[in-house]
C-alpha cells in the first residue's frame, strides 16, 4: 500500500508515499489508509461523505499488488474515472494523475495522487449524533425536493395527455370533413375551437416548463445554500471539536490533581481511623485487665470466706462434741439401774444405734453452702449476666463501649441496630472475653446439676441457632 521515495542525496531519508484523493474545488484531503478502503454515506464506511446523491457504499478502492490500485463502484448514482462512467460492480484500474468522480455532481470530484504522509493528516471523525441530525436534514430537503418535482411531471403528463385527445379529435375531424362536406361549416367551427384549445393547451404547457425549469433552478439554487450551510456547519463542529481537545486535557489535569488530593485526604482520614482504632482496642485490654484482676480479687476473698466458714465449722464442730459428751455424762447420772437377784444375766438385743451428732452436723454444712452458694450467685446476678437474655454468659463478648453480653444475643440485636442495648453508643468493635468464659465455667462447676443441665441445654439451642424471644428487660435468673 505504502510507496517509499529515493533519496536524492545520500544524507536525505527515505519518504513514505501513500495514495490520497485530492478534492479539485478546495484542495481537501482524503488518505487512503488501507488496502481496502470503502467510501460512501453509511457509518461503516472508512470515509463519509454527507450527501443524498452519494449512496450509502458508493466504491470500494482495493490495493492487488505492490503500487497496482484498483477502484469498484457499488453506487446508484454511477462513478465517472476520468469522466467516463463506471459499469456498475466492475472493477477498473487506476493509476496517479486520474480524476474521480463520485455521482454526476462535479462538487463530488478528486484527483489520485501520491502523497507524503506527514503532509496529510487526517481529521478527527465528527459524533455520530451530528451525522444524523445532518442526514436527517439532507433526507428531508431531497425528499421535499422530490414531491416538488413528482407534481409537475403529473401536471405536465397531464396537459400532454389533453393535448394528444385534443389532436386525436382534430385527426377524427379532418376524417369527417372528407366524408361529410355538407358540414363542413359545423366541422370548420370545431376545428377553429380545436385549434384555439390546442394553442392554449401549448400556451399552457409552455407556461409549465416554464414553472418547472424555473423551480428547478430554485431547487438547485436552494441545493446550492443548503450545502453551504453544511459546509459551514461542518467548519464550526471541526473547531468544536479541537476546543474540545484542548478542553478534554485541561480536565484530565484537573481530575489528575483532584485525584492525588483525594488521596492524600484519605491516606490521612486511615491513619486517623486506625489511631483511634489502635486507641480503643488498648483501652478495651486495659478496661479486660481491670475486671480480671477485680474478678481474681473476688475469688480470693470468696476463697477466704469459704476457709473462714470451714473454720467457724470446725470449732461448731468440736462445741457440738462436747456438749453431746457432756449430756452423755448426765444421762448416766440420771440412768436408773436395776438390780437383778441371781446368775443370770439376760441377753439385750441391740435393735439400732443413732448417732445424734451426724444430723447436727450436715445441719451446719448445707447452711453453710447456702449461704456461700447465695454469695456467689449474687456475684454472677450482678456481674456475670446478660442484659439481652437474663442468663449467664455464654461466649461473652465485650463491646467498644466496654458493656459485655452473650455472643449470640449481641448478634441477634446487631440485625436490627447497630448500637448498645444498654448505653445507645454505636458498636465499633466486638472483642471475646475468654477469661469471664473461663471463670463462668469454674463457678458453674460448683453449681447444682440442674443448673448445669440448664446451662448446657441453652449452649446447645444457641449453636444450632434456635431463635428465642429477646428482651432487654427480662427478669433476671438466680443461681
Given at each position: ?260 488530593k483525594w488521596r ?83 441377753e439385750f438385743q ?42 449467664l454468659f455464654v ?85
Open positions: 500500500m505504502e510507496k517509499l521515495k529515493r533519496a536524492t542525496s545520500p544524507n536525505e531519508e527515505l519518504k513514505i508515499l501513500e495514495p490520497v484523493l485530492i478534492k479539485t474545488d478546495t484542495n481537501e484531503c482524503i488518505r487512503i489508509d488501507k488496502n481496502e478502503f470503502k467510501i460512501g454515506r453509511a457509518r461503516d464506511n472508512d470515509e463519509i461523505i454527507l450527501d443524498t446523491i452519494i449512496s450509502r457504499r458508493h466504491c470500494i478502492f482495493k490495493c492487488e499488488g505492490q503500487d497496482e490500485w484498483t477502484i469498484k463502484d457499488l453506487s446508484s448514482t454511477k462513478t465517472f474515472v476520468n469522466n467516463v462512467a463506471m459499469e456498475p460492480e466492475k472493477v477498473q484500474n487506476i493509476y496517479p494523475g486520474d480524476s474521480i468522480q463520485f455521482s454526476p455532481n462535479e462538487t463530488f470530484k478528486y484527483l489520485f495522487t501520491f502523497a507524503e504522509r506527514e503532509h496529510c493528516v487526517k481529521k478527527p471523525r465528527i459524533d455520530e449524533k451530528i451525522l444524523d441530525t445532518v442526514l436527517v436534514k439532507q433526507k428531508t430537503f431531497a425528499e421535499s425536493q422530490e414531491c416538488q418535482r413528482k407534481e409537475l411531471k403529473n401536471k405536465l403528463e397531464i396537459n400532454q395527455k389533453e393535448q394528444i385527445e385534443l389532436k386525436q379529435q382534430l385527426d377524427d375531424l379532418l376524417s369527417q370533413q372528407a366524408v361529410a362536406k355538407d358540414d363542413k361549416k359545423n366541422l370548420l367551427n370545431q376545428i377553429m375551437v380545436l385549434e384555439d384549445k390546442i394553442k392554449a393547451c401549448n400556451a399552457q404547457e409552455e407556461h409549465l416548463n416554464n414553472m418547472y425549469s424555473e423551480l428547478l433552478q430554485k431547487l438547485e439554487n436552494e441545493r446550492m445554500q443548503f450545502e453551504m450551510r453544511i459546509n459551514e456547519e461542518k467548519q464550526k463542529w471541526q473547531e468544536a471539536l479541537d476546543m474540545s481537545k484542548q478542553e478534554k486535557e485541561t480536565l484530565e489535569v484537573k481530575m489528575r490533581e483532584q485525584m492525588e492524600e485526604e484519605q491516606q490521612a482520614e486511615w491513619k486517623k481511623m486506625m489511631e483511634n482504632k489502635m486507641k480503643e482496642e488498648k483501652d478495651i485490654q486495659a478496661q479486660l485487665l481491670n475486671e480480671k484482676n477485680m474478678l481474681e480479687a473476688r475469688l480470693k476473698e470468696t476463697e477466704k470466706a469459704l476457709k473462714a466458714q470451714e473454720a467457724k465449722a470446725e470449732t461448731s464442730q468440736t462445741i457440738l462434741n462436747a456438749s453431746t459428751s457432756s449430756e452423755a455424762i448426765a444421762s448416766t447420772s440420771e440412768c436408773i439401774f436395776l438390780n437383778l437377784e441371781g446368775d443370770e444375766i439376760p441391740i435393735i439400732d444405734t443413732i448417732d445424734l451428732t451426724e444430723f447436727s452436723q450436715n445441719v451446719l454444712e448445707t447452711n453453710i453452702k447456702e449461704s456461700v452458694l447465695g454469695k456467689m450467685s449474687d456475684i454472677m446476678d450482678e456481674q456475670l449476666t446478660c442484659s439481652i437474655c437474663s442468663e461466649k461473652a463478648t465485650t463491646l467498644s463501649c466496654t458493656h459485655t453480653f452473650c455472643h449470640h444475643c449481641i448478634k441477634e440485636w446487631n440485625k436490627k441496630r447497630k448500637d448498645c442495648p444498654i448505653c445507645r453508643k454505636p458498636v465499633m468493635s466486638m472483642i471475646r472475653s475468654l477469661v469471664l468464659d473461663n471463670f463462668i465455667d469454674r463457678m458453674i462447676e460448683n453449681l447444682s446439676q440442674e443448673l448445669k443441665n440448664r446451662r448446657m441445654q441453652i449452649i446447645r439451642e444457641r449453636e444450632v441457632s434456635v431463635p428465642y424471644p429477646v428482651s432487654v428487660l427480662g427478669k433476671k435468673k438466680r443461681y
